[in-house]
């Protein structure tokens, strides 16, 4: 608190004596300077009275701590005694006055003094910015009695006594803060083997940053020692309060505005930087991961010019991308040209594609470290922040967390929120209010930022760089409301087996992608915004939502994936190991697996608004919006989720399938999609575990509405899944018809999709074709993609084309895997050869693993073509069952099932779908393996449970010479005739049916005792 009086004048017959007094203060006190004054009104002033008694005052104000509580007083003695406070004030008086220049008070004398005469009066402008008036100073021996602390000393600092620390301490033992430990603004530096906060840690303030710089290093060298279970090496919280307000850069982080090639030490941003000399920087690689990696360089100088330009003492190591790319009509290009001109169902499709290098400043002046000794070195022993329980609150921001993290111990993270919103179980409250922005952690051997069991924290526009483990973590599936915006993770990776926490954070077994992750996301209720992953070991961002919660609050009553979605949008991914994002593999059901021990397994994601799950119908949609991936080298986005809504996504210059997965009724629009732009050396893409040749999109097996998205540079390599759509993804039907959701979009220097077949062997080895499961055989084109408009795209295999009108796929059919033909197609799917069931011979219809053949024959019964598939050589994999055939109405066909499972030769009780035979025109000629010595019925069931018999006639002929929905059994060779009719569905029964339902109005033919 400081006053400070201005000087004399004389107001008609006021006398006011203004005198000049010099305020005495501590450091850091608010500064009242360049006091003036006027007499008469001014504009907007207090005005009722007259202008002679209305005084003007204008002062400066300085002060660090940030606003301040602004007094006038008033002596009519000349100064001795200041015992009256005005009220006839206003403007810069009062509460909450910010510090600056040219401060204005107007006082109204006639008001608070009415017809009097004052011929000697003073005044006294008083600031108070409430900041440690009761501080005792660290300093004075007084303050711990006599005596300050020495070297290894353990120092606690009583409930209610507040200590300014003004000098660099020794090297504490441990420090206890159960009262306040505050920071004087100058440089300072506190070391301690520990510090443990029930009171308050404070640096700056929110409303008045430090200045100078801080450093706090935490040294323990007993690596087993815990303070209250919390550890060493750290600041432990628990019921107190972590402020630690700096002064981070106005601009964080940035991007290059120009390619910089390997070798130099140039920068050159597209944003003016605060960056100073001695600031460490990174720069994120523009190459795949493994071709180029994040590098940490210091800066030298900062020149200004159209692009501001940082100089760095090193050079790069690798070149980087620093120019924006746009869409044209011909293809990618450095210039916009504006040719592509977008409808009105695509308007706000993107058409910029930024792969300029990103560079962000990890200095920050408030450090805390641990010393780059041996055991950081070679242990991974590092500092680490713990705020404990529902009590403690944190407030950090400009912070630089420097050697952060303990390798392999749990809970020993750079920043870590514990369990602040449940308490056994129950949930207590959010944290609303508390946050860590701004701020840096720069190299850290266990984790990043971990939110366990917390609700309603801020994590916002931090750098977070070098990290063994998930660097952005929610443990327990608990964790809601929690807002994750504006960050940046560089360089992410995998710790050893023996270090790891979790499986999921380390390489472990075929079948799943795991390995650590930008960010690893528990619980949908979140929010995630503006963030930023590369150089990453994992996935960019993995959304694992698992059935129940896990680890110290897996009791909690709640099934995190059927709670509602929060938000993610305008995020971005590149440069990771796996794909860019995965809604997918989440921690398995905690009282199942009693290992805990971080094993994941596929998990469809529902959003719904009950914290413990509904059904199909209460599935609310959710969106992923604005993302972008690039240079991903397992894919782009991979969904296991229900009805998500992917919009305004910038996909390019990945491998693999830009989209895939899982998901059902989900939506893919108006996006850019780009397989390779001009980033891109012209080299062999990465293999990681797969194929690495580019697909736009699998279509979810036929469940995603693709549409109005623009897809550019995706060519046919012959023989491989590859163009616009992985053909290999069409396997659930013989007839595959879910195309028709793939409208609208605009491709350009592009294949729609090579016709792939099924690739494996019986053996479960990769051969040319499989001999056991099936794709979709004939594939609807109705906007004429691969062919004629209205043609199915098929296998260029008699079996399918016998006498039909053949177009070449370009460039050819041996080249693009297929044909074009007129339809229509029929499916058959789901067989049955002993009635349905679970119990052997039973199957069920999504079991149907036998071995079958298929023989199409002309109309005089002569074979033309085959079609076998083998018994299924995995029963527990999900294609066991992909076994079906198409069929034209120009053939006959004849289905048999040799070698029968169970010892039994001929199908009894029999059953199949039948698919796309829409209208009673469509009628189809079928032989069908049947047991002779059995009596049966045939019918058709149609939606409903509606169905119908067929007629028995007398001989083939009867049945070769009816319209349809006719049989006749040949017991001799064991065989149903039967002429099979469409339009079944004009008195189904309409109920809960499905878009694929009205699509292909599925029937099941049945024949049975």
Sequence with gaps: MVDSPVNNSLLKAIHLLFLLLLPVAVAASPIVSNVQFSQGPAEGSLGSSSSSSVVTISYDLASPNGPCEITVMVSTDGGGTFDFEPTALEGDVGADISPGAGRVIHWDVSQDFP????????????????????????????????????????????????ILLDEDTPALGGLTIDGTLDFMRQDLELTSEWIRVTGELRVGTEA?????????????????????????????????????????????????????????????????????????????????????????????????????TINTVETLNSSRWGLLQYATTSGMSLAQDNSIVLSEEMEGTPLILDERAEVANLTRNI??????????????????????????????????????????????????????????????????GEYFR?????????????????????????????????????????????????????????????????????????GFETGSSGFWLSNPDNVLTNNVTADVQGFGFWLAFPETPQGLNHDVDMQPNRITFGTFADNTSHSSLLSGLTVDNAELNWDNFPDHGGNVAGVQYWSTDSSTGLGWSEIEPFHLDRFTVWKSNVGGIWDRAARPRNTGIVSADNTQRFFAGSGADGVIQRSLVVGRSLNDDGGPLPVNGG??????????????????????????????????????????RGVEKGTIRNQGNVVINSHPGYKLRAFLSNTGTFQEFASWYTLSSALWDPDGMWGPAGNYFVYPTEFLTYGLPVTE?????????????????????????????????????????????????????????????????????????????????????????????????????????????????????????????????????????????????????????SEGETWWQDTVNNRIWVKIQGGSWQSAVWQDLTQDDYLYEPTQLRIHP
């Excluded at 005469?117 to 005044?123: D, H, M, R, T, Y």
């Excluded at 995603?704 to 396997?731: C, K, M, Q, W």
């Design 115 to 162: 017809s009097a005469v004052l011929p000697n009066v003073a005044i006294r402008i008083v600031a108070d910015d409430n900041y440690c008036n009761d501080c005792l100073l660290w300093s004075e021996p007084d303050t711990w009695g006599g005596v300050k602390p020495i070297a290894g000393e353990v120092v606690t600092i009583p409930t209610g006594t507040t």
């Design 691 to 732: 194929n690495p040749v580019q697909t736009a999109f699998a279509t979810y097996h036929s469940t995603f509405d693709i549409v109005n998205n623009l897809v550019l540079n995706f060519p046919l390599v012959e023989g491989e899944r590859s163009g616009v759509f992985a053909t290999d993804d069409y396997y659930t």
């Design 809 to 961: 796929v370009a460039p050819s059919a041996e080249q693009s895997g297929g044909v074009s033909v007129p339809g229509p197609f029929y499916g058959f799917n789901e067989f049955v050869l002993h009635g349905i069931g679970d119990s052997s011979p039973q199957n069920q219809p999504w079991d149907d693993l036998m071995e079958m053949d298929v023989r199409r024959l002309d109309q005089d019964l002569n074979e033309v073509a085959s079609w076998h598939i083998d018994p299924a050589g995995a029963s527990d994999w999900s294609l066991a069952h992909m076994r079906d055939f198409a069929a034209h109405p120009t053939g006959v066909y004849e289905i048999s099932f040799p070698n029968s499972p169970f010892g039994i030769e001929h199908p009894s009780n029999f059953s199949m779908n039948v698919e796309n035979m829409l209208e009673d025109t469509d009628v189809l000629l079928m032989s069908i393996h049947f047991d002779g010595a059995v009596d049966p019925f045939v019918r058709m069931s149609s939606p409903g449970n509606s169905f119908h018999y067929y007629t028995e006639v007398a001989s083939l002929q009867d049945v070769r010479d």
């Design 438 to 510: 701004n701020s840096t952690i720069n190299e850290s051997q266990n984790r990043g930022v971990v939110i366990h069991g917390t609700n309603g924290a801020l994590v916002q526009g931090n750098i977070i760089y070098d990290v063994v483990g998930h660097a952005i973590f929610t443990e327990d599936a608990v964790e809601r409301r929690n807002t994750f915006d504006g960050n940046v993770v560089m360089r992410v990776r995998n710790p050893s087996p023996v270090d790891a926490l979790m499986l999921h954070e380390w390489s472990f077994g075929a």
């Design 367 to 432: 450090v805390i470290q641990s010393p780059d000794d041996s055991l950081w070195q070679n242990d991974g022993f590092g500092v680490h922040i713990m705020v404990m329980g529902p009590m403690s609150r944190a407030y950090i921001e400009g912070v630089e967390i420097r050697r952060g993290g303990q390798l392999g111990i749990l809970g020993r993270y750079p920043f870590h929120c514990h369990l602040q919103s449940y308490t056994g179980g129950v949930e207590v409250g959010d944290v609303s």
């Design 208 to 308: 008045a940053p430090f200045t100078h710089q801080a450093t706090i290093t935490l040294n323990d060298t007993e690596t087993a020692f815990s303070v209250m279970g919390m550890g060493t090496r750290g600041i432990m919280v628990m019921g107190g309060t972590l402020s630690l307000h700096g002064t981070p850069p106005e601009v964080a982080w940035t991007k290059i505005g120009e390619h910089v090639s390997a070798g130099s030490s140039a920068l050159p941003l597209i944003d003016e930087v605060d960056w100073n000399p001695g600031d460490q920087v990174i720069i994120a690689p523009t190459d795949f991961y493994g071709e180029a990696g994040t590098e940490r360089l210091t800066v030298d100088t900062v020149t200004p010019g159209p692009l501001t």
